[in-house]
């Protein structure tokens, strides 16, 4: 079983859409979560982070971790056109090194 | 603020050739971080510095790859000979320090062996 499970893909829905990004990872010694956003031919960036879990906010963008079934997700509402791209789920454990999920490209046509 | 310089963006060679690829990370990150992304995969660390310092190696292909970080600034990481498994993107990322410190990513070398 690998560390970080993460369906890739690709998903594909309208502008205006929820969307719902999922990871599953196995290791409970795991501490952090993030989320990173890669545009084509471009390097990630971050876009979240929690270490709790529970739900956290920023704007358009949800975040929500379930230590306990070892499950994040990353939630999107009002979805633009602009949010087309790979989203990696990364997870920090406690040797501080991140795992990354496969990606999931999303598209969301106009 | 500039972000993270990497060169060449893109990379063709034989297998059995030699390529290195450079970056500058962002000025005053103390942390810099060699990634390789396979096509359809996430990022793998390669190799860790903390200043001049390796911190982690444990994925790097030792009997081909090696990088180094010269006065704790710019780096370059190094394949000889390459194979074909090695066509990915190598991306660079720094931190301001490390640990728990975000990590900001490069545009990345895309490098094709044939």
């Known amino acids: 079983q690998k560390e970080v499970e993460q369906d890739p893909g690709p998903l594909s829905v309208p502008e205006g859409a929820i969307v719902s990004l999922n990871c599953t990872y196995s290791?409970?010694?795991?501490?952090?979560f993030m989320w990173y956003r890669q545009y084509s031919r471009k390097g990630p960036e971050l876009l979240m982070y929690t270490y709790s879990s529970g739900n956290k906010e920023d704007g358009r963008f949800t975040a929500q971790v379930d230590k306990s079934s070892k499950y994040i997700s990353l939630f999107i509402r009002d979805s633009q056109p602009s949010d087309s791209a790979t989203y990696l789920c990364?997870?920090?454990?406690?040797?501080?090194?991140?795992?990354f999920g496969k990606g999931t490209l999303l598209t969301v046509n106009p | 603020e500039a972000g993270v310089a990497q060169s060449p963006r893109y990379k063709i060679i034989e297998k059995r050739q030699s390529v290195a690829f450079w970056c500058n990370p962002i000025?005053?990150?103390?942390?810099l971080y060699w990634y390789q992304q396979i096509l359809g995969q996430g990022p793998k660390l390669l190799i860790q510095?903390?200043?001049?310092?390796?911190?982690?190696d444990s994925q790097l292909p030792k009997d081909r790859f090696s990088a180094e970080r010269l006065k704790g600034v710019d780096s370059t990481l190094k394949i000889q000979p390459a194979k074909l498994e090695d066509s990915a993107v190598y991306l660079c990322?720094?931190?301001?320090?490390?640990?728990?410190?975000?990590?900001?990513f490069g545009p990345g070398t895309r490098l094709l062996v044939l």
């Open positions: 510095f903390q200043n001049n310092g390796v911190v982690d």
């Open positions: 000025s005053g990150h103390a942390t």
């Open positions: 990364a997870i920090e454990g406690s040797n501080y090194k991140l795992t």
């Open positions: 990322a720094s931190s301001l320090k490390w640990p728990q410190e975000t990590q900001y």
């Open positions: 290791n409970s010694a795991f501490q952090y």
